[in-house]
């Protein structure tokens, strides 16, 4: 959903500019402190420091590893058809490896899953990178070899608009790949990138899932069977993703309710719908949220409806998005959301080796076949 990850974390156009929520007393389950837990999408950063601090704060820091993930998955803008899209790319990449650098202690980053078991390992945190558009590829197909270079391992296809490659969740013609957006498939798969085809039209992630050779991931979506959105997945769509081996990531965003407004009984019957259609070997969990709590407050209110404001003009905003509309699963706004949602399941009758499954051991099987390691 992001226009820029880094902007929003920090405060400047979205959400996370106060305080966190913490429940009184974390649920605890040895189980998941053990395991490796993944959002497969998501952003990291500092809400108690100043935007130009690359130093992430110790009370940021403490918050993160808190929260019990082993690895987050982050955006590299742009997304949406901007003038530079290359120069864009280029520059946010540059802003992302200086953050790194200057988090050597805490941070790793993610360029096979060996990367992931290590920070688990040293008590640090995996930084995945990855797109969420190809537009800064186009046809100039090279550049992935050069994102790969850079640290990039995941690229998503579209965005919520049509791109070279095909059509974005929100196109109205629904049009489906293009011959180049098969073309960018191939050598994504031939670089050993993941292919992400979260945001794609209908017909575009339906016919991505049946050309794609590799295992494909739906990083971030909810099921279109419970909730008529664009922005959610069909049912045999989500059944072809499982076919190829890939996983579908169960969203934490106002799509999976109608009426923009979910609570934690909505998230659960949406990843329980995609592990009955899918497989519980293909399903996993993508928030689409910031890997700390989002405040509420007057000032973080003002900021988000600026960032609404700011996506609706630029024409990138899904249905249900707008003023007021928080970008959340309001249940599950804690520091120990992870472990709560994990203990929630748990009394509906999830096994320990499902919820490993679901929490991060699925999506780092992908991520193996991907890169290795």
Request: avoid cysteine; glycine fraction near 10%.
């Amino acid at each position: 959903m992001d226009v820029d990850r880094r902007t929003v974390m920090t405060g400047a156009a979205a959400v996370l500019a106060a305080a966190p929520l913490v429940a009184k007393r974390p649920a605890t389950a040895s189980w998941y402190d053990r395991a490796i837990v993944i959002d497969a999408l998501g952003g990291i950063g500092d809400p108690y420091s100043p935007d130009e601090q690359l130093r992430l704060g110790d009370r940021a820091w403490s918050e993160m590893i808190a929260t019990g993930v082993t690895m987050l998955r982050d955006t590299v803008f742009p997304v949406g058809n901007s003038a530079e899209p290359w120069g864009d790319y280029q520059k946010d990449v540059a802003l992302k490896r200086n953050i790194l650098n200057a988090n050597p202690d805490r941070l790793v980053l993610v360029r096979t899953a060996a990367d992931i078991l290590k920070a688990k390992r040293e008590k640090k945190f995996a930084w995945l990178w990855g797109t969420q558009d190809s537009s800064m590829v186009g046809p100039e197909l090279d550049r992935l070899g050069q994102m790969k270079k850079d640290g990039v391992m995941t690229v998503q296809l579209t965005y919520n608009n049509r791109n070279l490659a095909g059509d974005g969740a929100l196109e109205p013609a629904n049009a489906g790949l293009s011959r180049l957006g098969r073309a960018t498939i191939e050598r994504i798969e031939a670089e050993k990138l993941l292919l992400d085809l979260s945001h794609g039209g209908a017909r575009t992630v339906a016919e991505a899932a049946a050309f794609a050779k590799r295992p494909p991931v739906i990083s971030h979506t909810g099921a279109r069977a419970l909730a008529d959105h664009p922005r959610n997945t069909a049912d045999e769509t989500i059944r072809a993703v499982g076919d190829k081996g890939g996983v579908v990531g169960v969203y934490f965003m106002p799509f999976l309710t109608l009426n923009s407004r979910p609570k934690g009984a909505d998230l659960v019957r949406h990843i329980e719908y995609v592990a009955k259609v899918a497989g519980e070997d293909h399903v996993g969990i993508g928030t689409d949220n910031g890997v700390l709590p989002q405040a509420t407050d007057a000032e973080a209110t003002r900021k988000l409806n600026e960032w609404a404001a700011q996506r609706i003009k630029m024409g990138i905003a899904a249905p249900g998005e707008g003023l007021n509309v928080w970008p959340m699963v309001a249940d599950y706004n804690s520091v120990d959301r992870y472990r709560r949602l994990a203990a929630d399941l748990r009394k509906r009758g999830w096994s320990e080796a499902r919820l490993e499954k679901l929490f991060g051991g699925n999506f780092l099987r992908v991520y193996r076949e991907a890169w290795g390691g």
